[in-house]
């Protein structure tokens, strides 16, 4: 592999016309607009845009461009303009002069009417975003003759529909500032077999070295158009043998794979056809990556995670993390959870720092080929169809 | 007379042992990290160790109550441990506060459930 993709401004521009502009973006969860009115704002700076999301009266969520129509100024913020915000209102007001606007987007106020001569308000509505949701999940897309959502999503989503999302509303969110392209995290997380080397302290000394000398193999790998998945086994959850595991991990019944003990809800047993789609009986989690920038990690013990990266230059994005769990009812449960984010953000930082130093390598010029083996084809292919949609957008 | 200004801990009575760990009762994720990261780790295997062996009648204890309506001394105790967990990392992995390897890299959480 090349990785001139990864450190060239001219591609990373290209990147932001071709894919960011044209490919639908997960911007969320609908759980986080429980009631009419619910909205949250969306910096991409990536497509340049701000966005506001938001269930309007009659409960259908919408996504606007956060710009005022009368003069320009952004229209939902708090103190500082680039920071994302959340709330609950009947209307947005600008700050500016005060034109108001329903949470369906139409122009419901003019500050002196009058004197802009017949203003017709109906042509002054919010400037609608695409917005479609599938399991939940709010996706937007600022190319208005981008196909539907459910056909773009295909075939691999569609095998993921039943599993309960919305039973796991218990949510651990996290934040980064990563210095490196957007592509190079999600090859950090698109395999597995690095994890028994670059986090060998983590597992007890016996596993990690028993891992090290068969060497890692995941479950299953399969392409779907622009998408990939891939799963892992997760012999840790619970683990065949108590002393396989940290104490910590012993006394809280938990772990990286999350609280072995599985929730009582509806819709994990069976699971839907897409998920464990190997079929494997040492099923851990899959790995699903929704081109261009959202993953979704389903674990067997029953909660899931999700990862954005949000590039912001050829060199740097920022990183989303959230932790989805069925809310817990007691104590025990709820240290468990615990247990399973400590656990996710000593790894993630772990990961997070490795790719500095990645990208600092690459662009140093020195070195340009890098083979990459069998269980790397989901970079590969991450990579290819970045490329791919460069061309396809530069010959439209 | 009586002393009617009986010092009462932050912990449920049962366990007063641990009253001497209550600056780690500590609510929310960045507290606790924070407080991680500034402890040496002498003071956090002390606390590990006294934790860990109270950590089984602490969750039946805790069990008792309703997460989302426990009384203010349960819920001091939870945090307790809460911040027993996040010191299991550098106890039992890392032997030392920081996060090996993990060099300038920062993850903000920005959405916790609070107890």
């Known amino acids: 592999m090349n990785y001139s993709d990864s450190i060239d401004p001219a591609h990373y521009a290209k990147e932001q016309e071709a894919i960011f502009k044209h490919s639908w973006l997960n911007v969320g969860r609908v759980e986080r607009l429980p009631k009419k009115g619910s909205y949250f704002t969306k910096e991409i700076a990536v497509a340049k845009a701000s966005i506001i999301v938001v269930k309007g009266k009659d409960g259908v969520v919408r996504a606007f461009h956060n710009i005022c129509r009368h003069r320009g100024n952004k229209l939902v913020w708090n103190d500082f303009p680039n920071e994302e915000v959340q709330g609950t209102c009947r209307q947005f007001t600008c700050k500016y002069h005060a034109w108001r606007f329903s949470t369906e987007g139409e122009l419901t106020f003019v500050q002196q009417e009058e004197e802009f001569f017949d203003l017709d308000k109906d042509k002054f509505g919010l400037k609608p975003v695409r917005c479609e949701i599938w399991e939940g999940f709010i996706f937007v897309n600022f190319d208005d003759k981008a196909e539907p959502l459910n056909d773009y999503l295909g075939p691999m989503a569609k095998g993921l529909e039943g599993y309960p999302f919305h039973e796991m509303s218990e949510v651990y969110s996290y934040k980064a500032e990563i210095n490196s392209n957007w592509k190079l995290f999600i090859d950090a997380f698109a395999e597995f077999y690095h994890a028994p080397v670059l986090h060998v302290n983590q597992a007890t000394r016996e596993e990690a070295e028993k891992l090290q000398s068969y ?20 012999g ?4 065949k043998d108590l002393n396989m595991v940290k104490p910590i991990e012993r006394k809280l019944h938990s772990g990286l794979f999350g609280p072995w003990d599985r929730p009582d809800i509806e819709g994990l047993d069976p699971l839907p056809p897409g998920v464990n789609p190997g079929g494997a009986k040492q099923w851990g989690v899959d790995s699903y990556v929704f081109f261009p920038n959202f993953m979704l990690l389903i674990w067997a013990p029953g909660w899931y995670l999700t990862y954005h990266y949000w590039p912001t230059s050829v060199s740097s994005h ?35 720092n490795t790719l500095e130093a990645t990208q600092t390598m690459i662009s140093s010029g020195y070195v340009t080929e890098f083979p990459l083996n069998d269980q790397e084809i989901l970079l590969r292919h991450l990579h290819k169809t970045a490329r791919d949609k460069i061309k396809e957008y530069e010959n439209a | 007379m009586p002393d009617t200004a009986t010092k009462t801990g932050t912990l449920p009575a049962e366990f007063a042992d641990l009253e001497k760990f209550s600056d780690w009762c500590l609510a ?35 069990d008792q109550f309703p997460l989302k309506a426990m009384p203010e001394d349960a819920k001091a105790l939870m945090h307790l441990m809460q911040s027993l967990v996040t010191v299991s990392f550098p106890i039992e992995c890392w032997k030392q506060p920081r996060v090996p390897d993990s060099g300038a890299a920062w993850l903000t959480i920005t959405k916790e459930p609070v107890v």
């Open chain 1, 215 to 234: 060497g890692f193999e995941a479950l299953h790998y399969a392409l779907h158009g622009p998408h990939s998945v891939v799963s892992s086994w997760g």
């Open chain 1, 236 to 239: 840790m959850s619970p683990p």
């Open chain 1, 318 to 352: 920022t990183f989303e993390a959230s932790l989805y769990f069925v809310p817990p009812k007691t104590a025990r449960d709820r240290l468990g959870q615990e247990l399973a984010a400590v656990t996710f953000k000593e790894y993630a930082l772990q990961d997070a």
């Open chain 2, 28 to 62: 929310t994720e960045p507290e606790r990290y924070g407080k991680r990261l500034n402890s040496t780790m002498a003071q956090m295997q002390e606390f590990y160790d006294a934790g860990m062996a109270r950590i089984d009648e602490a969750m039946d204890y805790l």
